[in-house]
């Protein structure tokens, strides 16, 4: 799709990008849940609020909602503003991942457990693209990345260096790192690019 015919994001009716922020916060956490339930590995970010939740005895929902909090801290050096999609995200993905969590079987033989990682990460990367393209305000982890981007860092290497660190710190604590970790690292870059063609973003 040509630049010219990509409608810009503050042009989109505010209904739309309401539908497009929620619906995105709420398949993000769908996400989550079915990968902790496929018990085959979790994204980087899930594997330390797993760890964190196996060390507390609080849900993995509840870890995601205080990380988020927490780590919005970081924005304040950074010199990072959110906003109504910020604030969102901090609250509804850990709600609606304690709700998957809860709703959804125990996968108990690896084909359904794949079949949640596969579901899991595309859920993921397309709850990606609806939430970037509400334009609503950045969430609190991507936050940390784009403020250590202004001060001088690639995005690759920003990213790399958060990802790994919550890796190793969730592992540690006894998050789940397994084939289904890799496939997500592999994966949901690309995935996300494919749903970019659905919902181009500007």
Same mark, same amino acid.
């Given at each position: ?16 990008? $309401? %539908?497009?922020?929620? &619906?995105?916060?709420? !398949? ?5 849940? *079915?990968? /902790?339930? =496929? ?63 809860? $709703? %959804?079987?125990?996968? &108990?033989?690896?084909? !359904? ?5 596969? *579901?899991? /990460?595309? =859920? ?79």
């Amino acid at each position: 799709m040509s630049e010219a015919t990509v409608t810009p994001i503050g042009s989109l009716p505010l209904p739309l990008r $309401l %539908l497009r922020l929620y &619906g995105g916060l709420a !398949l993000y956490g769908t996400g989550i849940g *079915l990968q /902790v339930e =496929s018990g085959l590995g979790n994204g980087p970010w899930d594997v330390f609020h797993q760890g964190v939740a196996r060390w507390t005895g609080l849900s993995i929902g509840t870890v995601i909602i205080i990380v988020g909090a927490v780590v919005m801290l970081a924005w304040i050096p950074l010199r990072q503003r959110p906003g109504l999609g910020t604030i969102s995200n901090v609250i509804f993905v850990g709600l609606f991942a304690d709700a998957a969590i809860l $709703l %959804l079987p125990s996968s &108990g033989n690896p084909v !359904l457990g794949w079949l949640y990682v596969a *579901l899991g /990460v595309s =859920s993921i990367a397309l709850a990606t693209v609806l939430y970037i393209s509400a334009g609503m305000g950045a969430g609190p982890r991507d936050g940390v990345m784009t403020g250590l981007v202004r001060l001088g860092l690639s995005v690759r290497l920003s990213r790399f260096l958060i990802e790994i660190t919550v890796l190793a710190a969730g592992w540690l604590l006894g998050g789940t790192v397994g084939l289904g970790t890799l496939l997500f690292a592999l994966a949901v870059g690309p995935l996300t690019q494919v749903f970019t063609r659905w919902f181009p973003l500007r």
